[in-house]
């Protein structure tokens, strides 16, 4: 299986290699439209300022590669906000495939501290389930064999708002998506790469996905 990531200007990126090569897999990694492209994954990740990564991505084009894939293909972090419509980070817009904004957390209380890090557990029952594919018992095929009370790693100081394609709710100065799908879509807020054996399961789950 040839799978994918994204290089653009973002952090993070070794540490998603480094779980996919736990699992087996070898990843490339490029901003080659043609490799994107013949991929069977493409994983979507990084940590950065929503702007210059955009930037980036359009300068090469990449922003319309990425929304017209066709496998399945897994935003992590940014990688999650970079799908939605816009950001609130630098009032950028993004590359629209979750009709939806990212805001930035706004606390309400003095021990709600920005940015959220720190383990948190999601609430893994869908909003709209007819909205998404091969669902089992509920719950989307990138949690399959996962309960409530498992953990996942967050270090993020901007959310993507509830909708319809959200498929897991965290809650943090209010709850907000922690996970989205939408046809071949999926992202996380959450780290899969840093989250033990509870991410590993979600990185597996996503390579075996059958869309």
């Known amino acids: 299986m040839k799978v994918s990531i994204v290089k ?6 070794f540490s998603v290699i480094n779980a996919l090569k736990r699992i087996g897999i070898e990843p490339l990694w490029t901003d080659n439209p043609e490799e994107l492209m013949s991929s069977d994954r493409v994983i979507f990740p990084g940590q950065g300022e929503a ?75 869908l909003r709209s389930p007819e909205s998404v594919l091969h669902t089992d018992k509920g719950v989307s095929p990138l949690f399959k064999g996962l309960g409530e009370q498992d953990y996942v790693y967050f270090v993020h100081s901007y959310y993507c708002e509830l909708c319809d394609n959200t498929i897991a709710v965290a809650d943090y100065v209010q709850p907000y998506s922690a996970a989205l799908q939408k046809d071949n879509f999926f992202a996380t807020q959450f780290h899969p790469e840093k989250s033990g054996n509870v991410g590993r399961k979600i990185i597996q789950n996503f390579i075996d996905l059958s869309v």
């Open 51 to 125: 702007r210059n990564a955009m930037n980036y991505l359009r300068e090469r084009n990449l922003d319309k590669v990425i929304a017209g894939l066709r496998q399945p293909v897994l935003g992590i972090c940014v990688g999650q906000q970079l799908l939605c419509s816009h950001s609130e980070e630098n009032n950028t817009d993004c590359i629209g495939v979750f009709p939806i904004q990212v805001k930035r957390f706004v606390p309400n209380k003095h021990e709600e501290k920005v940015p959220c890090m720190g383990w948190n557990s999601l609430d893994l029952r």
């Open 8 to 13: 653009y200007n973002a952090g993070n990126i």
